[in-house]
Nanobody, 123 residues
Framework: QVQLVESGGGLVQAGGSLRLSCAAS????????MGWFRQAPGKEREFVAS????????NYADSVKGRFTISRDNAKNTVYLLMNSLKPEDTAVYYC????????????????WGQGTQVTVSS
């Protein structure tokens, strides 16, 4: 059982930066693979980035590669998403997710989800 809480969303101008955080808690202290997804109005939920349970492997969607960085601090049970050079197209609700083993791009590979945090990028 894992609970995930995102924070750090807000309003930012195009070209700016934000760092999202996702804090995990629960009765198990197992380390999970983590992912970030986003969903814009009228759009399907899409993969953004993922990181393995040890942090040794990462994966990014082509649309954010080179601009976003996923990282984790296992001592704090927290995963981060640093978003640089933000574009209006990045506007969406961002969700973090935890998986027992996988860190792929499909939502079905994840077992727990946060409530989401809104990111709005103005032009």
């Amino acid at each position: 059982q894992v609970q995930l809480v995102e924070s750090g969303g807000g309003l930012v101008q195009a070209g700016g930066s934000l760092r999202l955080s996702c804090a995990a808690s629960g009765r198990t202290f197992n380390v999970y693979a983590m992912g970030w997804f986003r969903q814009a109005p009228g759009k399907e939920r899409e993969f953004v980035a993922s990181i393995s349970m040890t942090g040794g492997s990462t994966n990014y969607a082509d649309s954010v590669k080179g601009r976003f960085t996923i990282s984790r601090d296992n001592a704090k049970n927290t995963v981060y998403l640093l978003m640089n050079s933000l574009k209006p197209e990045d506007t969406a609700v961002y969700y973090c997710a935890a998986g027992w083993s996988a860190h792929g791009s499909s939502p079905s590979q994840y077992n727990y989800w946060g409530q989401g945090t809104q990111v709005t990028v103005s032009s």
